[in-house]
């Protein structure tokens, strides 16, 4: 900051509430953002707390007793708390003075939230790790290891060689987008980095826009509520940096055999029967019977489920376990950067989850890399659950190299199988997004042109309607089969097209869902229901469509009956818009009506375009339902050369309060593409009177 800068600390506001924040240090500017987070989003950072200690079911009931039994067993709280006092001192203070600014805060944050109201509950206390454990429940579910589920589900119910049918990303992936346009000599121009991650959409949005100032840094970026610093997205003046989910697998799931001994438990290992450490733990639910829940780590891991058919315990080892360590060392040092070469530094201390990175500074340099950690293991630990007991699977004591790339030229991340990432996972997007995007920029198109486009790529799926013998349909099914196969293809909200070509889409897999050779799938599960968005075959068919359609010749049957089955019942139902198909669909706990009327309100209000196959992946789930439940969480624009020409957009605003201004205000603008200035004059911002000092 300059001389005339350090006139006020304190918390200040643009003019769409994002908060900005300055401090004299790095310990009082993390106590500042955990201020103004409990402020602004009490209920969601409290929530997210609780699950992360496996309570929230003594404040919202038993809906989120599947959470709380997984969170318990997966013991979310005690690695959150070993990866703390793993932290360097510097970072632990930095972190711990985060938690006491949330904690002089939520009583004051709480009383604006209706949900505290609502359920009767009181805001608790923070302890020092509860940052690093929110984090956690953020990514727990994020990775690879509810689709080795799956794909034992598969092979259990139509044998190993129907796996790769759904190979393509799962529910609990992404469709995130990240790159960069280089610096041009000729003119001046600064590289610009760009990009949309995508997750659920939850409300309060699951990212933050903030400004974090003191006197060895002023950076601005997207924050995670809970969670101090600005992990994943900054501009730092000199240097930004980005990032997009790599793909990578780095959670494994091993078999388990258990057996009593007493009141102890044994588990097989290589050389025999070993001890397991067991406990129980107790979980309060609101209106109902409290639950005891029976908590075991074998040497491989904690024990997260059991397998209902064989009887087998289901473990999952993890590097932040293993390592006791997120990479939370990072986060200074990235607020720090100056350079590439600093953020590459910094990331070196990261674990998981593992991201692609895209980062570029003033001088014009690009770089691409991967952060985080993927243990070096036998190959069969990334496809399903693998026995425990034979040392075959054991990690290796190392991890993957990855080293930085400089990029010439355009760069693109959109969760697809690249050079730098491909030998790390199997699951990966479909590389079709990331080619739109690259063409779109070759072309000359603005940030806010890709952020938007919605043109699906001639995919397996839409083939087959090309190659459907049209004598074969009766005349209404033949006109629409003329009408989707002459469509260009938009997902455009007001588009009809779009919409019967939805329709088509989910009679599709409710059909293939019917479908005698498919019906298999259909047999219960043999795992617990929190991982029912990962085994339900309907939704498996639905998000493995081009997969299904493509392959099910493999599994002795011809698709072109089911298509043209699919297309008559799509003619038969009423024309609507994808717009109207298409809905808004946050996810919230629903405990407080205010929150369920805003949501009402959201809906009505809002026509979205796009698709999970688009650049604008608005995700939903053909079969199941069109209603957009995942999309982009952001989107922002990174100028390296004049940073007053960076923008920015969340869903929905800086507040997590409803009946606040800066609730919504920025949803009709994220749904349109539009994007709101990033304010980098302190003179056009406001100082909230009770949250400022002179020094």
């Known amino acids: 900051m300059s001389p005339q800068d350090r006139t006020v600390t304190g918390i200040h506001r643009d003019a769409w509430g994002v908060p900005h924040l300055r401090a004299d240090d790095v310990d ?8 103004v987070t409990a402020l602004d989003r009490a209920w969601q950072i409290e929530t997210e707390r609780r699950r ?30 070993r990866c703390f006092h793993r932290l360097s001192p510097t970072t632990r203070r930095w972190v711990t003075a985060y938690t006491h600014g949330v904690n002089d805060a939520l009583a004051e944050g709480a009383a604006g939230a209706p949900e505290f109201a609502a359920t009767g509950c009181a805001p608790g206390r923070w302890r020092p790790w509860s940052p690093l ?15 080795k589920l799956w794909r034992a589900h598969v092979t259990a119910t139509l044998g190993p060689d129907a796996v790769d049918l759904f190979a393509v990303e799962g529910p609990g992936g992404s469709g995130s987008n990240a790159w960069a346009v280089p610096s041009d000599p000729a003119t001046g121009r600064a590289p610009v980095i760009a990009g949309d991650p995508h997750r659920v959409l939850e409300l309060p949005g699951i990212y933050q826009q903030v400004r974090l100032a003191c006197p060895e840094f ?30 990578a697998d780095y959670q494994d799931l091993y078999r388990e055999q258990l057996r009593r001994d007493g009141e102890g438990v044994l588990v097989r290992d290589a050389d025999g029967w070993v001890p397991a450490r067991s406990h129980a733990e107790r979980i309060t639910v609101r209106g109902g019977d409290t639950e005891t829940v029976e908590v075991i780590e074998t040497p491989r891991g904690p024990v997260v489920d059991h397998d209902r058919h064989t009887g087998e315990a289901i473990s999952l080892r993890t590097p932040a376990r293993v390592e006791e360590s997120l990479g939370f060392d990072a986060l200074l040092p990235l607020l720090r950067a100056r350079t590439v070469d600093d953020v590459a530094d910094a990331l070196r201390a990261w674990v998981e989850p ?52 400089e990029v010439d030229g355009f760069a693109v991340c959109a969760n697809d199988r690249r050079d730098d990432v491909a030998d790390l996972g199997d699951d990966f997007a479909p590389p079709h997004r990331a080619e739109r995007i690259r063409a779109l920029l070759v072309e000359g198109a603005a940030p806010e042109t890709v952020h938007m486009d919605t043109r699906l790529a001639a995919t397996p799926l839409r083939d087959a309607l090309h190659r459907l013998d049209p004598d074969t349909l009766t005349p209404p099914a033949r006109v629409l089969r003329d009408r989707l196969t002459a469509w260009d293809g938009r997902m455009r909200a007001d588009s009809l097209d779009a919409g019967a070509f939805a329709a088509w889409r989910t009679a599709l897999a409710r059909r293939l869902h019917e479908h005698p050779r498919l019906r298999p799938l259909r047999a219960p599960s043999a795992y617990d229901g ?63 009506p205010a929150v369920d009327d805003a949501v009402a309100a959201m809906r009505s209000r809002t026509a979205l375009a796009g698709d999970t196959d688009c650049v604008l992946a608005t995700t939903s789930v053909p079969g199941t339902s069109d209603a957009c439940w995942r999309g982009p969480v952001a989107r922002y624009v990174f100028d390296l050369g004049d940073a007053d020409r960076s923008r920015w957009i969340v869903p929905f605003g800086a507040s997590g309060r409803p009946g606040d201004p800066h609730f919504d205000d920025q949803l009709p603008r994220w749904a349109t593409g539009e994007l709101i200035p990033v304010t980098t004059d302190w003179r056009h911002l406001t100082p909230d009177p009770y949250e400022t000092r002179h020094p």
Request: glycine content about 10%; hydrophobic content about 45%.
């Open 530 to 592: 929190l991982f029912r968005p990962w085994t339900d075959p309907l939704a498996r068919i639905g998000h493995a469509l081009d997969g299904v359609v493509a392959g099910l010749h493999r599994l002795g049957a011809d698709v072109a009956p089911v298509v043209a089955a699919a297309l008559e019942d799509a003619a038969a139902a009423p024309p609507r818009t994808w717009g109207q198909r298409h809905v808004l669909h946050p996810v919230h706990l629903g405990v407080a």
């Open 52 to 81: 992360s200690e496996g309570r929230l079911a003594e404040h919202v009931g038993p809906d989120a007793l599947d959470w709380d039994r997984f969170a318990r067993r997966a013991r979310l709280d005690d690695t959150a708390r």
């Open 133 to 147: 454990g929110v984090f956690l429940v953020q990514h727990i579910l994020f990775a690879t290891f509810p689709n």
């Open 28 to 35: 009082e500017l993390a106590r500042l953002q955990g201020r």
């Open 354 to 405: 593992v991201n692609s990175v895209l980062v570029a500074d003033r001088s014009g340099a690009v770089h691409q890399l991967v952060a985080g950690l993927v243990p070096t293991r036998d190959e069969r630990c990334r496809r399903e659950p693998v026995p425990g007991w034979d040392p075959r699977y054991r990690w290796r004591g190392g991890y993957a190299d990855a080293k930085p790339v």
């Open 218 to 247: 002023d950076v601005f970026g997207l924050a995670f509520p809970g969670v101090p610093g600005l992990p994943h997205f900054g501009h730092a003046g000199d240097v930004a940096w980005a990032v997009t989910n790599a793909m």
